[in-house]
Every structure is written in structure tokens, then in C-alpha cells.
């Protein structure tokens, strides 16, 4: 082809380049979306899933619908959806619990960074630092002087090992220097029973569980978990407060398998933002404890890399491990 004709046929060549790109962009959704969780219904990873699944229907006209997929700690949806098409129609809500598996479990046959392409961070739910009342201690200090006073003496309740209730034990142990002893239990539910029972005396739990006991006074509250405080326990000072740098929270996210398009990726993180900049999505997180929490895919995947560095640490602490 002569130099003058190719050059004409240049940028028709690449508008057509584009077009299939701008026309995927506008028809995704053609059709329902699968949003996979790993954990059982009713939990907080099924609730913040179905939250954001009815305002992406809302908002694109297409169903975004909740599959449970339970098993091996939230890798069993995990994979799934890491082996499924590239598309975008099958996504994952993902939690803190990726970026601790990543460590905690030695054989998985994924890498979460490298095979996912991350959309939108959804929401964080703060977790609660919270004593048996027979413990003496009103704050955060009187608590770490009385641990100090009583190494191995405290039982830390947990819904088992590796979940973000451990970790965010094992950080503050890590980081107050204090030593207690970890009970794993299977569930958060059976651990919060015992803690109200007196059988364990410290946990590091997720708000909406333990909100209704502790404004009955069944449970004291010492700090929150986060930065800084929050609407549902304005009272609480953050345990930043006393061990400067300390914070840990649950987080949810959504994801798709690697190499789903990007202009795909991008539509799904400006509708996920939108959403949550609305009124009603704000209320509908505060109900169960949560706060929007937004970024861009780059943003989402720079946060994912530094809280799996920042729980392998925490991990190889503990000593935890599932394999």
C-alpha cells in the first residue's frame, strides 16, 4: 500500500479499533451478573453483597445477584470466580479475609493479586475492642497494665484462626507488647456466647454483633478499632489513641477474574462510587456498622497489596496457619 493511502485509512483504522471497545462499554451489563460471596447467609459479607448488588441492579438495569459459596475460609468463591471467563459477569465481594489467606493458607492454587482484577472497595465495618465487665479495666491503658500484670491470664476470643477477630487481637498483642491467649471459636457467634458468659474476657469483634450488648452494658466497650471514631459509638476513642499506629477493620471490595476488560472494570468502579455516594446507600451500610469506602481499581489494588503485607506479618506473629 502506498505511503498517502495508508495514511488515510490510518485513523478510520483506529476509530474501528475502538469501536468495539466503546460499544462493550455501553451494552455491559446484556445480562445478569453473578456476585459470588464466601461465606453463609446472613453474615456481614452477605449483607454488604446484597447491598451493593441491588444498587448496581438499580443503577444499570440488570440484575446483580447474591450466589453463597461457602468453604475454605472464602477461597472456595474466591477461585470460582478466578477461573471464570474474564467478562465481567461473574464478580466477587471480597473482605479482609483475602488479604489474610494470602498468608495464612500455604497451598492455595491462586495468587489473590495476580489473578484478579480489582473494581471498587465497597465499605469498612470498624471492629470493637470489648471486656467481660468483671474485667477491671475501663480503658485501653488500665487494660494493657493489667495484661502486663497478668501474662498468659486473658483469653481472646475469636471466630477462629485467621479471622479478622484474631488478627486485630494479635496486632494490639504485637504492638502493646502484652501476652494473652487465643481461643479460636467457629464462628463469632459461639465466640461473643462465651465472652458473655466470663469464660473468655477479651475480643476484637465486628460492630453489628456486639452493639446490642454493649448499650445493655452486658459487654464494656474500651475502644474502636479504626483511626478515628465512629457515628454508632461516638464514646469510644480509637486504640490509635493509646498504641500509636494500631488499626485493623473489616473491608469489603469487589473483584473480577484477571484480564476482564478494563472499560468494563472502569464502568462497574464509576457505578459502585455513585452508588455509594447516595443518601440511602450511606444509611443502608450504617445499619449494619458499615461506612462507604471508595477508590479507583488502582487505589483498590495498592490497598490490597499493603493489607496482605500488613496481615503476613500480623500471621507469622501469631503463628496461625489452616494447611
Known amino acids: 500500500m502506498k505511503r498517502r493511502s495508508f495514511l488515510k485509512l490510518a485513523p478510520g483504522a483506529s476509530v474501528c479499533g475502538l469501536m468495539p471497545r466503546l ?6 451489563p446484556a445480562r445478569q451478573v453473578r456476585v459470588l460471596v464466601g461465606t453463609t447467609a446472613g453474615g456481614g459479607m452477605d449483607i454488604a453483597g446484597r447491598i451493593i448488588a441491588a444498587a448496581l441492579t438499580e443503577r444499570l438495569g440488570r440484575q446483580f445477584f447474591v450466589e453463597d459459596r461457602p468453604g475454605a475460609g472464602t477461597n472456595l468463591a474466591t477461585e470460582l470466580v478466578i477461573r471464570s471467563a474474564p467478562d465481567g459477569y461473574t464478580l466477587l465481594l471480597v473482605s479482609a479475609a483475602n488479604a489474610i489467606n494470602a498468608t495464612l493458607y500455604k497451598n492455595l492454587a491462586f495468587n489473590f493479586i495476580r489473578d484478579t482484577a480489582p473494581i471498587a472497595t465497597v465499605a469498612r465495618a470498624p471492629q470493637v475492642m470489648e471486656v467481660h ?3 477491671p479495666a475501663k480503658t485501653v491503658a488500665e487494660f494493657i ?3 502486663k500484670a497478668n501474662p498468659h491470664k486473658i483469653n481472646m476470643a475469636s471466630a477462629g484462626n485467621g479471622s479478622v477477630q484474631q488478627v486485630a487481637g494479635e496486632l494490639f498483642k504485637m504492638m502493646a507488647g ?4 487465643h481461643v479460636p471459636y467457629k464462628g463469632a457467634g459461639a465466640a461473643l456466647v462465651d465472652l458473655l458468659a466470663g469464660q473468655m474476657q477479651v475480643m476484637f469483634d465486628t460492630t453489628p454483633g456486639s452493639i446490642p450488648h454493649i448499650k445493655a452494658g452486658r459487654l464494656r466497650a474500651l475502644a474502636v478499632t479504626t483511626t478515628s471514631r465512629i457515628d454508632v459509638l461516638p464514646d469510644l476513642p480509637p486504640i490509635a489513641d493509646f498504641v500509636p499506629g494500631y488499626e485493623a477493620s473489616q473491608w469489603y471490595g469487589l473483584i473480577a477474574a484477571k484480564d476482564t476488560p478494563t472499560d468494563v472494570i472502569v464502568k462497574l468502579n464509576q457505578e459502585v462510587n455513585a452508588a455509594l455516594a447516595a443518601p440511602k446507600m450511606k444509611a443502608r451500610l450504617a445499619d449494619f456498622g458499615g461506612v462507604p469506602f471508595s477508590s479507583s481499581p488502582q487505589g483498590f489494588r495498592n490497598f490490597i497489596v499493603a493489607e496482605t503485607d500488613k496481615w503476613a506479618k500480623v500471621v507469622k506473629f501469631s503463628g496461625a496457619t489452616i494447611d
Do not use: F, G
Not at 23 to 28: L, P
Not at 178 to 181: F, G, P, T
Open 23 to 28: 460499544a462493550r462499554a455501553e451494552t455491559y
Open 133 to 135: 465487665p468483671s474485667v
Open 145 to 147: 497494665a493489667y495484661a
Open 178 to 181: 502484652v501476652k494473652m491467649v
